[in-house]
């Protein structure tokens, strides 16, 4: 299983992922699933992928592939004139490569099923950040919905919606988003350290920085342990519930 999320703030983008792979409790091993393409100065593209690990790589090798003598490999993530249009030719090639993986079977139900959060700026365009779904299909975020996650969602949401802001700094974005998969770490064992972290600056179109979170980083550990603390003590200072006798 996979953690991955996606924020878009008013200063730019933020990708955050896990990078373990668990085959089962005697197949454990780690691999990146955020990549990145490029031209510097003309656009930025970012793609963050959860499920089978053999179609996400198949996905990001066929989209590399595309972009190498791209003249003569169109369409290409690298020539598309809009990140719509990137999203179609990556929509397109996930539903294609998860098709002739499984032909016949319903592409959802397939072993062969994964999701994606592709983002980026191309220029003279605002930066976009969607949802690709296994069947092809995809939805872009919105105001009321300024982020996507993947993978394994639901114990790493709930600090989200109650602490996000889309004009946050990107320092409180990244403090957030460790509390977020610090939780997803600590519930669930398929998900876990390193982390990796790409931030793009919106309207530079140059590559974005990368981080990556070890285990023994001292800041990740410093998060976990006052987010513990502070939920401890908050959890003390709530009124006491009261048995009505009655």
Known sequence: MSYCVALKLTRG??????????G??????????????????????????????ATTQAVVSTLSEQTKA?????PSILHAPTMFQVARIVSRTLSEVIGSSAPGQQVADSAFSATLILG???????IRLYLIYPEGNFI???????????????????IRVRAF?????????????????????KANLSVGLPLDIRIYHKDSL????????????????MISRAWGDALKASLVQLPDFVFDAE
Do not use: C
């Open 70 to 74: 791209s003249d003569e490999r169109d």
């Open 206 to 221: 140059q590559a974005a920085d990368e981080l990556r979170v070890a285990e023994d980083d001292p800041y990740y550990q």
């Open 120 to 126: 980026g700026q191309i220029k003279g365009g605002e």
């Open 13 to 22: 983008l933020i990708f955050m992922s896990d990078t373990l792979t668990n």
């Open 140 to 158: 872009e975020v919105s105001d009321d919905n300024p982020f996507f996650q993947i993978g394994e969602t639901k114990y790493g949401r709930p």
């Open 24 to 53: 089962g409790v005697d197949n454990i091993s780690r691999y990146p699933k955020t990549f990145s393409w490029g031209v510097p100065g003309e656009r930025q593209i970012f793609l963050a992928t959860a499920g089978n690990l």
């Open 165 to 185: 802001d889309p004009e946050m700094e990107f320092h409180d974005a990244i403090k957030l988003l460790m509390v977020s998969f610090d939780s997803t770490i």
